[in-house]
């Protein structure tokens, strides 16, 4: 795994405003940055990335189906309990899921290990499919990569055909936080993809979801909401004004109510229970947990519930070295054994590694200046080399 310093292209800016990536720049600043690579080779990807990303996925599987009916592991998670049947029940009834990222620490040498898992609304997509493989095509064609390079990504066809499990539904909706560039882009380019799998979509702000007396969810249009994918995490939806009615509405929802399970932090932890030792975990406790001494005075606490890496922070020998501010952290916190991001050029770089209908198939660069990954890290391309 390296660090390629490389040209950018020319027109990228035009290239990127004509393909619908209007986030390529946030407050004035780079998110999208092609000056540079991540350069890996088939083996690393493989057998470093992919083969684990799989093993992992399963081992989550396998925590749900031990968590799912169990209120001691639901009561870890701060999970409330008037959604245990909600939970329960979509698990139950096999509901799919579309997609994921597990995000890695991997410098192409040891084993890649878990940092956490973007179960529930994972971001950074639409660049992960489409924009960085125009770069890796076009920069084969201007002699910026080599003719040889390949990429891993495949998730722009998976999701084409992850949707077609849908196609029994008479119609999707898409709901998100419009106002967010970011969040908007994301809907969009799912939608496509849903289109183009054959089903017939409307995009809706989460905002605009109304509720009639009949207890369905429903559009602007007063149109039943019968399968809804939201770009809009569980843990908000059972605090929200129409909370409580997710228990009696018909609605099915993308990600469905088991992956709450999967989005929430403690999984880490309990991963590590099931799995004490394996190579692909890190030694991770719930903070009232006396184990959590194992750890001693340098580890990394994270809540329960975090986004973009709010309200997490570095600890070395009993010091906080860095902490992104948020509004996280009343559920609780897990602490994991601090594994510091490979550093290339003094930028630390994280492995995001996709899976769509659990099928490992694509990675996302982020990089920053910073060891806790945010909401303004830089992307980055891949190739293989």
Not at 235 to 246: I, S
Not at 336 to 362: E, I, K, M, N, R
């Amino acid at each position: 795994m390296q660090r390629i310093v490389c040209p950018e292209r020319d027109d990228w800016r035009a290239t990127a405003e004509n393909a619908g990536f209007d986030f390529h720049t946030i407050d004035g600043e780079r998110y999208w940055d092609e000056r540079a690579y991540y350069a890996f080779t088939l083996d690393q990807i493989e057998r470093g990335i992919e083969e684990p990303t799989a093993e992992i996925d399963a081992m989550c599987l396998e925590l749900v189906g031990h968590a799912i009916d169990d209120e001691q592991y639901l009561r870890r998670l701060r999970i409330p309990e008037a959604f245990w049947p909600l939970i329960s029940e979509s698990w139950h009834r096999d509901d799919s899921s579309l997609y994921g990222r597990l995000d890695l620490s991997f410098d192409g040498r040891g084993p890649a290990k878990l940092l956490e898992y973007n179960a529930d609304t994972p971001t950074s997509i639409f660049e992960a499919a489409v924009f960085q493989w125009t770069w890796l095509e076009q920069g084969i064609e201007r002699n910026i990569i080599p003719k040889r390079a390949d990429q891993f990504n495949s998730i722009h066809e998976r999701l084409i055909d992850a949707w077609k499990k849908f196609t029994h539904a008479r119609h999707l909706h898409l709901a998100g936080m419009t106002e967010s560039e970011e969040d908007a882009g994301t809907l969009a380019y799912l939608e496509d993809t849903a289109s183009q799998a054959g089903l017939q979509t409307t995009l809706i702000d989460v905002e605009d979801i109304g509720l009639r007396e009949d207890g369905n969810f429903v559009d602007l249009d007063n149109r039943n909401i019968e399968l809804a994918f939201k770009l809009y995490p569980w843990e908000w939806m059972f605090h929200d004004e129409f909370g409580a009615k997710l228990l009696s509405a018909p609605t099915r929802w993308i990600e469905p109510p088991w992956k709450a399970i999967l989005s929430n932090k403690g999984i880490l932890p309990l991963l590590w229970e099931m799995f004490p030792n394996h190579p692909n975990l890190l030694p991770a406790y719930f903070e009232d947990d006396p184990d959590a001494a194992r750890l001693g005075t340098s580890f990394v606490r994270k809540p329960l519930y975090s986004r973009e890496g709010a309200n997490v922070a570095l600890v070395s020998a009993g010091t906080t070295l860095m902490e992104q501010q948020g509004p996280y952290g009343a559920e609780g916190f897990i602490r994991q054994a601090f594994a510091p991001l490979p550093s290339f050029a003094d930028q630390y770089a994280v492995v995001g590694s996709w899976l769509v209908d659990h099928t490992p198939c694509g990675l996302s660069i982020r990089e920053d200046e910073n060891p806790i990954t945010g909401n303004t890290s830089r992307f980055l391309p891949h190739a293989i080399v």
